[in-house]
């Protein structure tokens, strides 16, 4: 329906509303006038009644009130009929009156009990009759007194005057009024309505001209040229209009495609080129913002934070988990809660993963149990992949109970793949920072750290004992006449001898410990939370196995070595971890001088008496 058909029912029908609201007030009115005019009547009867009764009173001619009363009645067409009822009293008195003045019906029984006026409507389709009971009231004022001939207290009723009035030509007179103004509104409609059809048209299809124009304009063509056959400031509007739509053809007419050179297509689909344009110009800020954010922080860890907060934040995320895989394996860096909806082997086996295998998105509603591996009953799930490096990728697990969720969630692929864009290169960056930074606190020969990473974080692990009142076992190792191997054999079997010794330790401590090259042939071990006992234990394997090693020297010939060992307890021997390397070293020492290819370990009379060392 067009405008212009829109705008004369609306004017039409508050114009018929109008009448009709016209109408129903005018007869309200009339009726109401009509009533009121009617009662007047009866009230005037009622005191001619009553004077002439008063007057057939008073001349002793009461037996001839029923021809007076006869003649009111005929003499007033819309009078239907008029009767007199006594009330008990006065019939007491003087007698019963005629047999027609007696109570008709519980109005007349109604006025003479309360001596108030009733009136009652009866109306059919043919007639509407108006009924009105006025009681006839004693007074003691004027002349005659009623209460010189009637035996009753001054206001009571003597008796009522009953009448029925026959107000229908009333009625149809308010009828024909009614639909005489009804015609004249319905005149009154058709006027107005061809007066608007004459002045609004023009309007109107401006109107629709300049809604082509904007429907064009949502669809990124401002070519449309606006005309109009009105004149004054509707032509200078349009003009205007045309100017406006072609300065906005020459700034916004490819500025989609200019955008989509910072976002990947398909990221933003829409029809408005503008809406789309400031959605592409926010996305580009967002992602502005969290690149320049990220640039800032130390690690990996805390842009992989930064990832997770934009899911939780700007995506809505309430359910997912972000994974790195590299060639040490796959690791759960967030899960929102639970557990992951990946089957175990895909830890053992990353190339289980099949979004990672396929480098694509895996849908969970696009085939029946798309990844084999995995176990989520109820759920459905999208499995993001994304390559950080040749060794490096994420992948996302978004998973929910909502099948209509997934479709949201696909929608934002595109903006999550642009947040990743953005952290890619700091992620690599920091990849890369603490590779350097590994390798320089990491002994290049063993694999081992080396002393300058015990300096950088021995601190930090005293802290965290103190604060988890965990305890250290300290270990110091040397190789005995290591000085000799080097001398006799040359320094490339002494390397061997320091290879060997790095994958000794490494075989034979817990994830838990840390085995440190500490310099030269010397070598240190932390055991994390070790008895007594076991520690020794564990410094007795490595000793026993370092001493079972044969090494080739060269000429057919082989050699094997021994090594000293000292052991100090943290916080037993020493309040801090530096002095419990020291007192580590001191047993080592006491080791050397007293035979050599032992484990010797700490007591305070190693401090006290030089003899020992």
């Known amino acids: 329906m067009g405008s212009k058909a829109k705008l004369l029912i609306i004017v039409t029908l508050m114009l018929l509303a109008l009448g009709v609201a016209t109408i129903i007030n005018i007869s309200l009115n009339f009726r109401d006038y009509s009533l009121k005019s009617a009662t007047e009547k ?15 009173m008073v001349n002793g001619i009461m037996d001839k009130r029923q021809y007076f009363l006869e003649q009111i009645s005929s003499n007033n067409a819309e009078i239907k009929s008029l009767w007199l009822v006594r009330s008990p009293n ?21 006025v003479l009990k309360s001596g108030k006026m009733i009136k009652k409507i009866s109306e059919s389709t043919d007639n509407i009759t108006l009924r009105v009971s006025i009681p006839y009231k004693a007074t003691a004022m004027g002349n005659p007194n009623c209460l010189s001939c009637h035996d009753v207290v001054r206001g009571g009723t003597l008796g009522v005057i009953s009448m029925e009035f026959d107000i229908t030509s009333m009625r149809n007179t308010g009828l024909l009024t009614i639909l005489k103004i009804l015609g004249i509104n319905l005149v009154f409609i058709v006027i107005v309505l061809l ?26 063509d401002f070519t449309h040229h606006f005309t109009t056959t009105v004149k004054g400031d509707a032509k200078n509007i349009v003009e205007q209009l045309n100017t406006l739509f072609q300065k906005m053809q020459e700034t916004f007419g490819n500025i989609k495609y200019n955008l989509a050179t910072f976002i990947p297509q398909g990221c933003i689909s829409s029809n408005d080129p503008l809406n789309e344009a400031k959605t ?12 320049k954010t990220i640039e800032l922080d130390l690690s990996k860890e805390a842009v992989y934070e930064r990832v997770v907060d934009s899911l939780t934040n700007k995506f809505d995320f309430h359910h997912f988990a972000l994974f790195e895989i590299s060639s040490k394996g796959r690791e759960l860096i967030y899960i929102s809660s639970g557990e992951s909806i990946c089957n175990e082997s895909v830890e053992e086996d990353v190339m289980l993963c099949r979004a990672y295998r396929t480098k694509s998105d895996v849908i969970s509603t696009e085939f029946v149990k798309l990844c084999q591996e995995c176990s989520c009953e109820g759920l459905e799930y999208i499995c993001i992949p994304f390559d950080i490096n040749d060794e490096y990728s994420l992948v996302i697990s978004i998973t929910t109970k909502d099948s209509e969720e997934v479709a949201k969630i696909n929608r934002n692929i595109p903006s999550i793949k642009n947040y990743l864009e953005a952290a890619k290169p700091v992620i690599e960056s920091r990849i890369l920072t603490a590779k350097l930074r590994e390798s320089s606190l990491k002994d290049g020969m063993t694999g081992l750290y080396n002393r300058r990473f015990l300096e950088e974080f021995i601190d930090k692990f005293m802290k965290q004992a103190q604060r988890n009142k965990e305890s250290y076992t300290i270990l110091m190792l040397d190789v005995d006449f290591f000085k000799s191997v080097n001398d006799t054999y040359g320094h490339d079997v002494g390397d061997k001898v320091i290879v060997a010794i790095g994958k000794v330790l490494k075989e034979n401590i817990r994830e838990s ?12 071990v932390l055991l994390h939370n070790a008895t007594k006992e076991g520690a020794l234990m564990v410094a007795q394997k490595i000793h026993h196995a370092f001493a079972s090693l044969t090494f080739d020297v060269g000429n057919g010939e082989t050699m ?3 090594m000293s060992i000292g052991m100090a307890r943290y916080p037993e021997d020493a309040d801090t971890i ?19 290819n032992k484990i010797v370990e700490y007591s305070k009379e190693m401090s006290e008496n030089e003899d020992l060392r």
């Open 513 to 524: 410990d840390l085995a440190i090259r500490y310099g030269g042939e010397e070598f240190l």
């Open 578 to 596: 530096w002095k419990c390397i020291k007192y580590a070293d001191t047993a080592l020492y006491v080791a050397k001088t007293t035979g050599r």
């Open 90 to 110: 006065v019939n007491k008195q003087f007698g019963p009156g005629f047999p027609s003045e007696t109570i008709r019906d519980t109005i007349d029984e109604d």
């Open 560 to 562: 094997q070595k021994t």
């Open 195 to 220: 007066l608007i059809n004459h002045y609004v048209t023009p309007y109107l299809k401006l109107f629709s001209n300049m809604q082509e124009g904007i429907q064009k304009a949502y669809r990124g």
């Open 42 to 56: 009866a009230t005037t009867t009622a005191a001619i009644v009553k004077d002439g009764l008063t007057a057939h």
């Open 280 to 291: 592409i110009i926010k996305e580009l800020a967002d992602i502005y913002k969290f690149k």
